[in-house]
Each structure stands twice: as structure tokens, then as C-alpha cells.
């Protein structure tokens, strides 16, 4: 018994008639009449169907062999569009957007992976802050975003999103600035100190602001910047403390830079977004897929 022999039974059954079943399989009728004789013997000289000069009806084996070919047919098409993913990409643009740290977080190597895996697929990766991402993926002028995950999850409303990278927040000063020599701190023993931020368009801004006023203080904010080696510099600088995750901190670093700790952590996500209201391409199922499979944290 093979496939082909289980498709001709259902055409069969389908039309109940060996010559219009034929027309269907693209064999002829007497050699259809044949498979379906060998494959009745195969069964044991079980008879699947009742012929008259015009028409052939199932047996009852012959209904309920139908019903495990059915099943079987199904699940073997289902597994080759399954398989269809893995090679089956589009070929053509695909757009990430992403924030403007992505450099500290690893995803340079993710986009260079997928760009070796997949070749024929021309990447384009802009660099907006979270919510200029968000704004634009629901706009569908971008595939998908690489943003930090807001505080209001209602600002996510028609998108899915995929955890990607689980930071903390820690304070940053300068080396030789008296907090520089504790191991971890309480928020609030910042109070008095200047601020450097990022720009109030970054989630960021907001997080460490609510972050602060939850330790029991707002935060005097003097400088604001889109870049963290901005913000690094003028902590080095020392003019003030910053709130960074620690990923970025140990990635822009410098010598005389500290990095204190939380007593109370805050946590950072960094997500996937993508639309789920908009048509997913198969580039685009090859990316989320790759996304999830990369091992470069």
C-alpha cells in the first residue's frame, strides 16, 4: 500500500464513479480499477466498495477505511506545509526597527545571523525610540521592532510581543562619587543628585521617573540625550548619576565610571513587536522564528 493508492480511494469516494474518479488521479479507468483491486487484497480480500455498471458505493470497511485515509491524507499535507517554512522565504525587503541601544543588548549578532542564514532576504534596521517603533509597526510601515516593553501595556494593543532579553536597572556615577563605594544602594540615597537620562521619548525616561518617585523622590534631570555614550560621557564627566540597564553599563563602561546596584530591583524588557492584525510574510515568520531560536544573549 502507498499514498498514491489512499488518494485514489478518496477520489472514489469523492465521486463514485471509477471513470470521473480517474479524470481526477489523471490515470486511466482500468488502471484505476486495478489499484483498487490490488489494494483490497493487501487488505485481505476486504471489499471497499459495492460496483454497479455505473456507480460504486462503500462497504462498510470501505467507510471506515475512508476515514483513516482521510486523516492520513490531511496529516501528510499538513506536515509538508509545515515543512514548506523552512525553505520557503520570500525573497524581498524586511524592516526592524529597533531602539537605539541595540548594540549593548546583542542584537547586532542576531541580525548578522540571520542575514548569513538567510541571504536572498535584504534587511533594513532603523533605529527610533520605543514609541516611534510602536507608532510604526501598528502603521505597518514596519515589519517589526525591537522595544523596551512600556509600563502601560495598553500602548501594545494590536501587537504581539516576544520577551527577548531580561535586564535590571543600576545607577551609574562617577569613580570616585561617595555612593561609587557601596555595592548596592537604595534609590533614594540618590535624591540630591543631578540626573542624566535619556531623552523623555525613551520608555526609559519613564521608567526610571516612575522608578524614583516610587523610591519617594523626583528626579532633577539636567540633561537628556538619545545616546547612552552621551549620557556615559557626561556621567564621566561628572555631572551627574544616570539610571541605565546594566547590560548598557558594562557595555559602555568606562574606567572611571561606577556601577551600583539596586537594593530594590527594576527590572528591563526588551521585546519583539510585531502586528498581528497585518498579513505575516514568510520572511517575516523566518525572523520572528530565527528571533526566538538565537542563542546569542
Known amino acids: 500500500m502507498n499514498f498514491e493508492q489512499l488518494k485514489y480511494v478518496m477520489a472514489i469516494v469523492k465521486?463514485?464513479?471509477?471513470?470521473?474518479?480517474?479524470?481526477?488521479?489523471?490515470?486511466?479507468?482500468?488502471?484505476?480499477s486495478k489499484y483498487l483491486i490490488k489494494l483490497e487484497k493487501e487488505l485481505g480480500g476486504v471489499q471497499l466498495f459495492d460496483r454497479?455498471?455505473?456507480?460504486?458505493?462503500?462497504?462498510?470497511?470501505?467507510?471506515?477505511?475512508?476515514?483513516?485515509?482521510?486523516?492520513?491524507?490531511?496529516?501528510?499535507?499538513?506536515?509538508?506545509?509545515?515543512?514548506?517554512?523552512?525553505?520557503?522565504v520570500e525573497r524581498g525587503n524586511l524592516s526592524v526597527g529597533t531602539i537605539p541601544v541595540y548594540s549593548s543588548r546583542g542584537l547586532i549578532s542576531l541580525f548578522a545571523s540571520f542575514q548569513k542564514k538567510y541571504p536572498e532576504i535584504q534587511l533594513e534596521i532603523k533605529e527610533k525610540m520605543t514609541n516611534e517603533l510602536i507608532d510604526l509597526v501598528k502603521k505597518s510601515k514596519l515589519d517589526m521592532a525591537f522595544i523596551a516593553l512600556p509600563i502601560n501595556t495598553n500602548a501594545l494593543n494590536s501587537l504581539t510581543t516576544y520577551p527577548m532579553i531580561e535586564d535590571e536597572l543600576v545607577l551609574i556615577s562617577p569613580k570616585l562619587h561617595p555612593l561609587a563605594k557601596k555595592r548596592r544602594i537604595s534609590l533614594f540615597?540618590?535624591?540630591?543628585?543631578?540626573?542624566?537620562?535619556?531623552?523623555?521619548?525613551?520608555?526609559?525616561?519613564?521608567?526610571?521617573?516612575?522608578?524614583?518617585?516610587?523610591?519617594?523622590?523626583?528626579?532633577?534631570?539636567?540633561?537628556?540625550?538619545?545616546?547612552?555614550?552621551?549620557i556615559v560621557g557626561l556621567v564621566s564627566e561628572g555631572l551627574g548619576v544616570s539610571l541605565v540597564?546594566?547590560?548598557?553599563?558594562?557595555?559602555?563602561?568606562?574606567?572611571?565610571?561606577?556601577?551600583?546596584?539596586?537594593?530594590?530591583?527594576?527590572?528591563?524588557?526588551?521585546?519583539?513587536?510585531?502586528n498581528n492584525r497585518s498579513n505575516h510574510s514568510n520572511a517575516m515568520k523566518a525572523f520572528v522564528r530565527h528571533s526566538l531560536e538565537w542563542d546569542g544573549q
Open 52 to 88: 454497479t455498471t455505473r456507480n460504486v458505493r462503500l462497504t462498510a470497511a470501505g467507510q471506515e477505511f475512508s476515514e483513516y485515509a482521510s486523516r492520513i491524507i490531511a496529516e501528510y499535507e499538513n506536515m509538508m506545509s509545515a515543512m514548506k517554512k523552512f525553505t520557503s
Open 245 to 274: 540597564t546594566s547590560r548598557e553599563a558594562q557595555y559602555f563602561v568606562q574606567a572611571n565610571i561606577a556601577l551600583i546596584r539596586l537594593e530594590t530591583i527594576i527590572r528591563h524588557t526588551t521585546a519583539l513587536a510585531i
Open 15 to 32: 465521486h463514485q464513479h471509477l471513470t470521473n474518479a480517474s479524470y481526477e488521479v489523471s490515470i486511466s479507468q482500468s488502471s484505476l
Open 189 to 230: 540615597e540618590a535624591a540630591n543628585e543631578n540626573f542624566i537620562s535619556m531623552n523623555r521619548a525613551s520608555f526609559l525616561y519613564q521608567i526610571c521617573v516612575d522608578a524614583c518617585k516610587e523610591a519617594g523622590f523626583t528626579p532633577r534631570i539636567t540633561y537628556e540625550s538619545r545616546q547612552i555614550d552621551i
